[in-house]
C-alpha cells in the first residue's frame, strides 16, 4: 500500500529545463517527485503541473524528504548546473539513498566528472550515468533527444520512462544506451560541436546572401523556409526562417534580427569538443573555425575600430557591385555550399565520436547516435536517416565523405561550393567555416599533399627522420651538407 503512494522516479534542481523535464515525465503518466534548494521553484513547477492537466506530481522541499517519497530501488534525475553545484546535489541526495539506487545526471558536464562520480558513488553501492539531454526547454517539455551512458543496469532500471519521454520517429523513441563511463555526456558534447558549426554555417549563408546578395530579410524568411522542404530540412534551418520574419516591436521599425547585438555567447561544450580533436589528433576544422568565430565575435569594440582603421587607408565595408550578382543563381549555389559544409561538419563530429569511442572501448554505434538525433534535439535534420543508413551500410565507414551516396552528393555540389567560398572571399565577406569545410575536402580526397616538403623541413632543423614512398623504413639527410655541395 505504501509503495503505491511513493513516486516512480523522481528530478532535483526545476530551472526551466528541469521543470519542463519533470513536467514532460508527469504528462507520460509516471508519477514523479520534485525538488529544488530555491523552495519558490517548488512551488512554481506544482502550480504548473496542476495548471497543465493535474499531472502527477509532487513537490519535496527538503533532500530527505524528497528522496524518501521514491519506489526503490530510487532513481533521481539531477538537472543543476555543471561543476561544483552537481557534486553539492549529489552529496545532498545521496546522504538519504541506499545501495542500488541511481543517480542520473542530465546536464552537460565535463565526461570525466562523471567517470569520477561514477567510482565515488559506487563506494556507497549507489548506481550513476550521465545523460545528455538536447532540445532546449521545448524539447525537455515535449520530446528531447536523450544520450544515457554509464551504468547499464541504471539505465535498465529507467529505461521505460526515457522510451516514453524521448522524442519519437519513425524508427523508435529517440533514446539508447551510449555505452560506459562517460559516454553519454561525449555524445552531447560532441553533438554540441556539430550544432556550432551549423549554426556558424548558416550564419555565412545568410551573409553571403545578404551582404553579397543583397536581399531582405522576407526574402530570406521565404528562402529558408523553402530550403525547410527539401534537402537541407532541419530544425535549425526552420528557425532561422522563423527569426527573420520577426518584427521589432521594442522600436516599431524593421526586423528584430538586425536589432542583435552581433556578439555569440558560448557555454563551453564547442570548446570541449576542439580541445578533444587536438587531443585524439582528429581533424575538425568546421567546428573548430565555429569557435574561433564566437571568439572573435566577443572582439566588438576591437572589430569596430579595426573597421574605422582600415576605412581610413581605403578599406571599406560596403559590398560592391551587389547589382551585378545573380540572386537566383546565387541563392541555389549556397543551398548547395551549405548543405556539403554541413556534411563535412557531421562527418567530422562522428570521426570524432569513433576515434574516442576506439581510445575508451566504448562500442559506440555511430549509425544508433544518428537515429536518435533524427528527433527532438538541435540538430535535428532529414539526412540524419541517411546518415544512419550509411553506418548501417558500412560499420567500418572511415569517413561520411567516403560514402558512395555521400561522396556523390559531394560532387555534384563542389562547383557551387567553390563559387560561394570564392565570390565570399573576392567580396571581403568572412566565410570561416564553409572554407574550413571545403578546404577539409579538398585535404581529404587528394592522394598526395604537400606535408613531404613539411617533413623533409622537420628533419632539416631537428634530424626527426621521415620515410619514403619507394622503400621502407627511416631516413635522415644532412640538408645542409648536402646543398652547400650543391652550390658548388
Known sequence: MESATLSQIGLAGLAVMGQNFALNIAEKGFPISVYNRTTSKVDETLDRAHREGQLPLTGHYNPKDFVLSLQKPRSVIILVKAGAPVDQTIAAL?????????????????????????????????????????????????????????????????????????????????????????????????????????????????????????????ELAEIFGEWNRGELESFLIEITSDIFKVEDHESGKGHLVDKILDKTGMKGTGKWTVQQAAELSMAAPTIAASLDSRYMSGLKDEREAASEIFRKEGLTEEINNVGGVDKKKLVDDVRQALYASKICSYAQG????????????????????????????IIRAVFLDRIKQAYQRNTGLANLLVDPEFAREMVQRQA???????????????????????????????????????????????????????????????????ARKARV
Open 94 to 218: 545521496s546522504a538519504y539513498m541506499e545501495p542500488g539506487d541511481t543517480i542520473i545526471d542530465g546536464g552537460n558536464e565535463w565526461y570525466e566528472n562523471t567517470e569520477r562520480r561514477m567510482v565515488d558513488v559506487s563506494a556507497n553501492g549507489l548506481l550513476y550515468f550521465g545523460m545528455g539531454v538536447s532540445g532546449g526547454e521545448d524539447g525537455a517539455r515535449y520530446g528531447p533527444s536523450l544520450m544515457p551512458g554509464g551504468s547499464h543496469r541504471a539505465y535498465l532500471n529507467i529505461h521505460n520512462i526515457l522510451d516514453k519521454v524521448a522524442a519519437q520517429v519513425d524508427d523508435g523513441p529517440c533514446v539508447t544506451y551510449i555505452g560506459e563511463g562517460g559516454s553519454g555526456n561525449f555524445v552531447k558534447m560532441v553533438h554540441n560541436g556539430i550544432e556550432y558549426g551549423d549554426m556558424q554555417l548558416i550564419s555565412e549563408a545568410y551573409d553571403v546572401l545578404k551582404n553579397v546578395g543583397g536581399l531582405g530579410n522576407d
Open 350 to 377: 562522428m570521426n570524432l565520436l569513433s576515434a574516442k569511442s576506439l581510445e575508451k572501448g566504448w562500442g559506440l554505434n555511430l549509425g544508433e547516435l544518428a537515429r536518435i538525433w533524427k528527433g527532438g534535439c
Open 416 to 482: 557551387a561550393w567553390r563559387r560561394v567560398v570564392g565570390l565570399a572571399i573576392q567580396k571581403g565577406v568572412s566565410v570561416p567555416g564553409m572554407s574550413a569545410s571545403l578546404q577539409y575536402f579538398d585535404t581529404y580526397r587528394r592522394g598526395r599533399l604537400p606535408s613531404n616538403l613539411v617533413q623533409a623541413q622537420r628533419d632539416y632543423f631537428g634530424a626527426h627522420t621521415y620515410e619514403r614512398v619507394d622503400r621502407p623504413g627511416a631516413y635522415h639527410t644532412e640538408w645542409s651538407k648536402l
